[in-house]
C-alpha cells in the first residue's frame, strides 16, 4: 500500500511539468496564508485586527454592510462591531444609500484610507516576495490572479 503524505506535505511537481489542482491549491494556500501572517502583524503595529485591517482596504468604494459580511465570509451580525470600532477611531463612516435608505453604506475616511496605506507599507515580508519578481513577472501573476477570479472587481 503507497505511503500517504502527512496532510502538511507539499504535493511535489517535477521541474518543467504541469501542475495538478492539488498542487496549484497547496501553492496559494501557502501564499495566503504568509500574506495574511504579514497582513496580521502589521495591521497589529497599528492596533487593527486583521479583520479590521481586512475591511478597510476591501473598501475602495462605498460598500453595504451586507456586501462587507459577504465580502469578509461573517455573519452580518459581526459587521456591524467591526464598524462600529472602526468608526469610533475616525476610520469609516457610515451613510444611508441615497437609492434605498434601508442600506447603510461604509465608506473609508481619509484617516481609513492612510491606515491601510500604513499597513501596507508595514507588510515586509509581502513586499520582499514581490520584490523576488521583475517586472514581466509580477505583471504576469496580476493577470493570472485576475483569471482566477474575473468576476471580482480589481
Known sequence: MPAIPAPHASPSTPQGAVPAPDALMERLARAAASYYRDLAAAAATHGLTMAQ????????????????????ACDASN????????????????????????????????????????????MRGTSAAFARLDDEGRRSLYELLG????????
Open 53 to 72: 485591517a481586512k475591511m478597510l482596504i476591501l473598501l475602495r468604494q462605498p460598500t453595504p454592510m451586507r456586501a462587507l459580511a459577504g465580502l469578509l
Open 147 to 154: 483569471r482566477l477570479h474575473p468576476d471580482e472587481t480589481a
Open 79 to 122: 459587521i456591524t462591531g467591526l464598524v462600529d470600532r472602526l468608526e469610533s477611531r475616525g476610520l469609516v463612516s457610515r451613510h444611508l444609500d441615497p437609492g434605498d435608505r434601508r442600506i447603510k453604506n461604509v465608506v473609508a475616511t481619509e484617516e481609513g484610507r492612510e491606515a491601510v496605506r500604513l499597513v501596507r507599507a508595514d
